[in-house]
């Protein structure tokens, strides 16, 4: 039972579902933030289909997590040799630092592409009743896209300098 452990919780693994959190997490905040959005959108569009390239714009601010989350994957793939030369063989404590090290982006790019697709459908909501105010409602959502920036910062630098 312990062998079986020892294999699953390897440190090759545990680099890799560090990766793979990075993209499901990120991605599943920027599919709910874009989500919310489009939703928005759709009420807006049935009324002005002109608004389509405005509403489009905020539909897009919440992908950038789901982009960050896959670029840090991308990144512990190619450090760990899966991606660009043969896959190393890790010790736990190195798998496990980068699990870690994918955390940042992870959960932060959850929640923020999430509260950040909050913030576009309010922008949304904006242009149903000043069609002019798209400036003031992308730097609404970019705002939120800040603690995004940090976090895969934190989680590229942590890759870069192992």
Do not use: W
């Not at 009420?43 to 670029?71: D, H, R, W």
């Not at 697709?117 to 609404?140: D, F, I, R, Y």
């Amino acid at each position: 039972m312990a062998e079986i452990f020892k294999q699953i919780f390897s440190g090759f693994n545990l680099a890799i579902l560090g990766a793979a959190l990075a993209t499901i997490l990120a991605g599943i905040g920027s599919a709910k933030g874009v989500y919310l959005v489009a939703t928005a959108a759709s009420g807006l569009l049935s009324e002005n289909p002109s608004a389509f390239g405005k509403c489009i714009v905020l539909e897009a601010l919440p992908m950038t997590q789901g982009i960050y989350g896959l670029i840090t994957s991308f990144m512990i793939l190619f450090k760990i040799g899966v991606i660009g030369g043969s896959p190393m063989a890790l010790e736990t404590a190195d798998g496990a630092y980068f699990l870690l090290a994918a955390l940042p982006i992870a959960i932060v790019g959850l929640y923020s592409g999430i509260k950040q697709g909050k913030v576009a459908a309010s922008g949304v909501v904006l242009l149903t009743k000043q069609p002019n105010e798209l400036g003031h409602a992308m730097t609404n959502a970019a705002l939120v896209e800040t603690y995004a920036i940090f976090a895969v910062l934190v989680s590229l630098l942590l890759i870069l300098f192992r």
